[in-house]
């Protein structure tokens, strides 16, 4: 390829058109949401939109049982309150994640106690948990980053040796497998987002699924205010909240999970085009393909950034250049929880402590040098695909 002006000085960038457009939806979410307008049951408790739709995910995710909930936020909150999680009670969680895996806890008074994450899959390493555990900590609540499952073989170990529950935070995992098991119910509990980004999406919405029938009807008297399945309507057994989730959520995931299969071997096809093409250009690295993953579900791809293939640029100044290329559903990811404002803010409020101290080298290193690429990308052509390649070996070029 002929170097050529860089877009960001003025040159004629890769690419001019969209990439494939997220969410997308057809004549199912349509007749699914009419079946719900003319039938007048809009809620829960009168459709079976919603029931039906957690039969259908639980058999899915290999799981009993499943509780549709509002948002995956209110998921990871409900369960935990399942799971008994009381102020004062110590939750292990990684720092390199969306900021619900650690806002939940700390909604109900636990203390996030924070675990570095594995250099090569940036999930929690089941190896520095031991260190972190207290006669307070109560469960670990790994993230299946990505939609790549963490090392649940080394979380179980450490949580069974211990006496803990095991909370999945799967929101980016849906269809996802460690050994040839979906992810959600290998832990106690699993929690799921369906929100507007997200691989299944009605907007907004989630889903705690689970093998255990004491946990399910627990989440599900959480959900309904308190009530139990065969009670009064006006009788509560334990204090609840109203999660429920609507009848039009309902019927748009029905549609979005028959719809998730015919994405999945799209996703995984240009997600292997892309990173082998990026392999050969060097400089932008995939996070190195663990065996027992037997299944992605290829909601982020997640690239490390080798500033030493671009004229030592700053990965910020890449970034830059990349949108200017075009190539937009692109971003720089997460920063770390420890240094989130609002976190620490609120652990020095409870807790008196300040979690940016935290010794997290790997989280760290992660947020300096990672590149996410969004997952309507991998829904497209292999043109699609060859532009991300194009934009990349350009400023290569013009920077290496």
């Given at each position: 390829m002929a170097t050529h002006a860089l877009a960001i000085h003025g040159g004629q960038p890769v690419r001019t058109t969209p990439f494939p457009a997220w969410p997308v939806s057809d004549g199912r979410e349509e007749r699914l949401l009419l079946e719900v307008l003319h039938s007048g049951n809009w809620g829960i408790m009168q459709g079976d939109k919603v029931k039906t739709f957690?039969?259908?995910?639980?058999?899915?995710?290999?799981?009993?049982?499943?509780v549709c909930v509002p948002n995956g936020t209110l998921a990871l909150q409900m369960a935990l309150m399942a799971l008994g999680i009381r102020p004062g009670d110590e939750v292990i969680v990684p720092a390199y994640t969306f900021i619900a895996t650690v806002s939940s806890p700390l909604m109900l008074g636990?203390?996030?106690?924070?675990?570095?994450?594995?250099?090569?899959?940036?999930?929690?390493?089941?190896?520095?948990?031991p260190a972190a555990i207290t006669s307070r900590t109560r469960a670990i609540l790994p993230v299946h980053l990505a939609g790549q499952p963490a090392d649940m073989d080394g979380i179980l170990r450490v949580s069974r040796a211990h006496h803990l529950a095991v909370l999945e935070d799967a929101c980016q995992a849906w269809g996802a497998e460690w050994r040839g098991q979906r992810v959600g119910a290998i832990g106690d509990l699993g929690a799921f987002s369906f929100q507007s980004s997200k691989n299944i999406s009605a907007g907004e919405g989630g889903a705690v699924v689970t093998n255990n029938q004491d946990l399910h009807d627990l989440c599900w008297s959480l959900h309904n205010v308190g009530r139990t399945p065969t009670g009064a309507w006006y009788h509560h057994e334990i204090l609840g909240q109203n999660l429920r989730m609507t009848e039009w959520q309902g019927a748009i995931l029905l549609a979005q999970l028959q719809r998730l299969e015919e994405h999945v071997p799209i996703r995984e096809r240009n997600a292997r085009y892309l990173c082998e093409g990026l392999a050969q250009l060097g400089g932008l690295s995939a996070l190195p393909e663990n065996p027992l993953v037997t299944r992605h579900a290829r909601h982020l791809v997640i690239l490390r950034y080798d500033s030493t293939a671009f004229g030592g640029r700053p990965l910020p100044e890449f970034l830059e250049a990349l949108v200017a290329e075009g190539i937009t559903p692109i971003s720089?990811?997460?920063?770390?929880?420890?240094?989130?404002?609002?976190?620490?803010k609120t652990m020095q409020d409870y807790f008196g402590e300040d979690p940016a101290q935290t010794q997290l080298p790997c989280t760290e290193q992660a947020a300096t040098q990672t590149l996410w690429i969004q997952?309507?990308?991998?829904?497209g052509t292999r043109q699609d695909i060859d532009d991300v390649l194009a934009a990349v070996e350009k400023i290569k070029q013009a920077w290496g």
């Open positions: 957690q039969e259908q995910f639980a058999a899915y995710q290999g799981a009993r049982f499943a636990a203390r996030p106690v924070f675990v570095d994450i594995d250099p090569d899959s940036y999930t929690l390493d089941p190896a520095k948990i720089q990811g997460y920063v770390p929880l420890h240094h989130s404002p609002a976190i620490r997952q309507n990308v991998l829904l």
